[in-house]
């Protein structure tokens, strides 16, 4: 496994780096497109993480684990459901989740982030995985009410600050199995495992490869498992995929 984050240097540019012990080794480019070195070396403690991605667009996938769908009272989806965050919305490990003042309930939701490494379109799922770079963890921050007011999801899911993803993105993890959990405050809210999705990865992705052309740095988002529930101002909700790290955001409601 190799990890890489996205980080801040010189005059306050983003970059890429690759993780080597306590250190950050600066890329000169995007890991999926020019992973040499620059010589550049800015060491881990003192690194102002940014979110591991940039994409053009964040894929995510609603209702994919079972027990999710029920605690919702929502139907199985005979077929992957889709729905678009806007990359406005990606914030870092340690930035704000702003709670929106039009939103009486915004909740946490804690998944597996799928960030693509080539270009791909009308994939089978038997080789899926080798389009995938890497993962990450995502945070849907949903407001739950506007999502059951609206019908459909662009407001409730799209707000800015509502896709938290980070800290790092790892290679060569196998996303079959892998523990899924989600801390607010000492509290665990939420403990599934990848196993248990409805659309596996693999599967996902020769879906959503099949209606729209995915591009390297895209990112998919693919579903939470049960336990969501509401985040308050002066929370901090916590993200932990197996293998991956754990991502951390404080919570505060907007203008305050």
Not at 97 to 108: C, G, N, T, W
């Amino acid at each position: 496994m190799t990890a890489f984050a996205r980080i801040l240097v010189g005059s306050g540019r983003a970059a890429f780096a690759r993780v080597s012990g306590d250190d950050l080794l600066v890329l000169r480019g995007a890991p999926w497109e020019d992973p040499a070195e620059t010589g550049e070396i800015v060491p881990r403690a003192s690194a102002r993480l940014l979110a591991p991605v940039a994409p053009t667009k964040i894929v995510c996938v609603g209702r994919n684990y079972r027990a999710h769908a029920a605690e919702l009272g929502n139907e199985v989806p005979a077929e992957p459901l889709l729905f678009f965050k806007p990359p406005s919305s990606v914030i870092g490990p340690d930035e704000p989740i702003e709670m929106p003042p039009v939103s009486a309930r915004v909740d946490h939701e804690g998944e597996l982030g799928v960030v693509i490494g080539a270009r791909c379109r009308d994939v089978p799922a038997e080789r899926a995985l080798d389009f995938v770079f890497g993962f990450t963890c995502v945070n849907d921050v949903t407001a739950r009410d506007l999502q059951k007011k609206d019908g459909q999801w662009a407001r409730a899911k799209g707000f800015d600050t509502f896709c938290p993803a980070g800290p790092l993105l790892v290679t060569g993890l196998d996303p079959r199995a892998l523990g899924v959990r989600c801390r607010v405050g000492d509290t665990l809210r939420q403990e599934g495992n990848t196993r248990d999705m409805i659309f596996p990865v693999a599967n996902l992705i020769a879906y959503i490869s099949a209606i729209m052309t995915l591009e390297p740095g895209d990112l998919l988002a693919t579903g939470t498992p049960e336990g969501v529930g509401p985040l308050s101002h002066g929370v901090s909700v916590e993200v932990e995929i197996e293998g991956v790290g754990l991502l951390r955001n404080p919570v505060r409601s907007r203008g305050a």
